[in-house]
Structure formats: C-alpha cells, structure tokens
C-alpha cells in the first residue's frame, strides 16, 4: 500500500473543504523514539470514523493533534470548517504562541466536542453543572431550553437520576456518559472521542455508539472514535481507519 503523502502544492487543501483535513501531518515524540504519520485524513458531514489499532500506536495523539491540543512537528494542510491552520503551525509563522493558543482555544471551544478516555470531569461540580461547562464557556446560558437539552442528553445516557450528584458519587461508567453528554451539550461540528466505551458495559457502548451515529446524521457533524472495539463500530456502521505500525512509526490514513 502507498502510504507516501499526496503531493501538492503547499499550504494547500482540496477545493471544497470538508469539516476536517489534515495532509503531509507529522508528529515526533522527543527524542525520536516514535513517529506518527498522518498523509492524509478527512472527515466529512455526516460521517463516523473509528480509528483502530494497537495499544501505544498513537491513536490518543492523533486526536490531540486534530483537537489541536498537541502541535505537530511539521504539517502541510491541517484545516478546520474551511480555515487553513498550517500557517499558523509552520517553523516560520509570525503568530505568537500566546495568539495562536488563543485561536486555537476559540476554534475547540466552540467548534469541537472531545471525550477523554478517564471522562475528565472537575470533582467539585455536579454531574449537570459539569455537562454545562461548554455552554457556560461560550455564554449559553445552562437554564431554561439549555438545561432541557441536558435532560433529554441525560436520559438518553441513563444518567437523568445522576445530575444533582458529585462525580466521586458516581461509577466510572456513569462518570463517563456524563462527559458524553458534556462533550455534545453544545452541538459542536466535529466530535472526538478517545475510547469513549470502554468503561461501559456492551449494551451502554451500543447505545453510545449509536448516539453518536445519530448526532452525525441530524447534526451534519462529522465523529472521530478511537476504539478496540472493532465489532461494535461495525454494528453502529463506523467507517474504519486502521493504524498501520512499521516499527517505530505509525501512518494512519483514510
């Protein structure tokens, strides 16, 4: 398989931008012990991909990479609902740190929903104060038809009877349909998750999945999973990406 980058020309993305394309993206662990690979990646309307592979092939950092939480040591085109990022990410940039961070933090607070693999949830909110977190960091307000759709997100998770409650009064796999809901409370376009069902026993993870799927299709969103769980992504119809490992690299590409 010819897993070279397409070539062209630089700075580049295709002509009608998808919610998400990452081209000739590159990461490198210091010290250079690994490398992962990213010749290109797109993730359109309307689309599930679960991403598979390994333990320890880089799967976790293909989505802070794309989170824009971890920085890539080179990129041609990253870009995100039609805005080219790379200039800001190349060796020559005249973006500040703090400016770039800035943006950065801009575009994933109101444009990307992100589930943690440990949920993530702050120890002193409650299960619905912790949901709304993302409305109130865009200044929506968390009453009235914002707490309804906490609600109608809780009791599609089963956790309706946990939202007065204190994570440390919840199991992890309820800890973890909260940061579910969390992560999709404010309809963000692009949605990563980093293993989001493997604290939940299978008929949660199916009904998981299948939410996920859903949100996709009526919210013209665009999902990112990575999962071990091939045989579920199938069964909820994800598109899957394998992780290919050649000794210290990783390339992954759809």
């Not at 991909?49 to 824009?68: D, E, Q």
């Not at 200039?87 to 589930?115: C, D, M, W």
């Not at 940061?179 to 999709?184: E, H, N, S, V, Y």
């Not at 376009?189 to 008929?203: F, K, R, V, Y």
């Amino acid at each position: 398989m010819n897993t070279a980058p397409t070539m062209v020309q630089s700075g580049s993305c295709p002509a009608d931008p998808p919610l998400l394309h990452a081209e000739a993206l590159t990461w490198q662990a210091p010290g250079g012990d690994f490398t992962l690979e990213i010749p290109s990646l797109t993730l359109h309307k309307r689309t599930c991909l679960g991403v598979i592979g390994p333990s320890g092939c880089g799967k976790s950092t293909l989505l802070g990479l794309l989170s824009l939480a971890l920085l890539p040591t080179k990129v041609r085109c990253l870009s995100l609902l039609e805005r080219q990022l790379a200039p800001y990410l190349s060796p020559g940039s005249h973006t500040t740190n703090r400016k770039r961070e800035r943006l950065f933090t801009t575009l994933r607070a109101e444009h990307v929903g992100f589930i943690p693999q440990t949920g993530g949830l702050l120890p002193f909110l409650t299960a619905r104060e912790n949901i709304a977190l993302a409305l109130n960091v865009l200044e929506t307000p968390s009453s009235g038809q914002g707490a309804g759709h906490i609600d109608m997100l809780a009791e599609r998770l089963g956790i309706i009877s946990c939202l007065e409650k204190l994570p440390s009064q919840l199991s992890v796999g309820q800890r973890q349909r909260v940061a579910i809901a969390r992560a999709l409370i404010h309809t963000p376009p692009i949605l990563l998750a980093d293993e989001p069902t493997a604290p939940l026993h299978p008929s949660q993870a199916a009904i998981v999945l299948d939410l996920l799927r859903n949100y996709a299709e009526t919210q013209n969103a665009g999902v990112i999973v990575v999962s071990h769980d091939i045989d579920a992504l199938q069964k909820a119809e994800f598109s899957l990406v394998q992780a290919q490992m050649k000794g210290n690299k990783t390339i992954i590409h759809n």
